[in-house]
């Protein structure tokens, strides 16, 4: 399951709307990766399709990572986007609506140690940043999971 360092407490502190959060585990798998950055708006509007930053509902000392599947009763039901990594909605139910913190708005990708080429540094060059913008069609394509 996606974490969140513990500098991302930090730097919420610092910016009371915006925070910069490091993600960390496979859960979120295409989209994120081990080691991204990502911009998160704390406190925005969630929509379905959003990924969004929220405090695991029995670990509520761990931040997480998901995508914001649809509205239920009593909160929002995540999913990561890897089926396969698990640790979401399916395993521990609705998450309130108070445990939802913000949603993610930039994605950065740090330049890693395999990109020492020129041509791999264009690569990285041309996709490190990236709008992270809803998805809903992979929202209706978690659903149905």
């Known amino acids: 399951m996606p974490e969140l360092s513990q500098e991302t407490e930090r730097a919420r502190s610092l910016l009371p709307f915006v925070g910069v959060a490091e993600v960390t585990g496979p859960s979120m798998v295409p989209t994120l990766r081990h080691g991204d950055q990502l911009v998160v708006h704390w406190g925005a509007r969630v929509v379905p399709g959003d990924i969004v930053i929220l405090r695991h509902p029995f670990q509520q000392d761990l931040l997480v990572v998901k ?6 009763e009593g909160g929002w039901w995540v999913l990561g986007d890897n089926a396969f990594a698990g640790g979401d909605s399916t395993d521990y139910g609705v998450v309130p609506q108070e445990l939802v913190l913000g949603k993610a708005r930039l994605r950065y990708r740090p330049f ?6 020129p041509l791999a540094a264009v690569r990285w060059a041309l996709s490190a940043v990236r709008p992270v913008f809803p998805d809903r069609s992979a929202s209706r394509r978690l659903r149905a999971r």
Not at 67 to 72: L, M, S, T
Not at 112 to 117: F, N
């Open 112 to 117: 890693g140690p395999a990109q020492r080429s």
């Open 67 to 72: 995508r914001a599947v649809e509205r239920r």
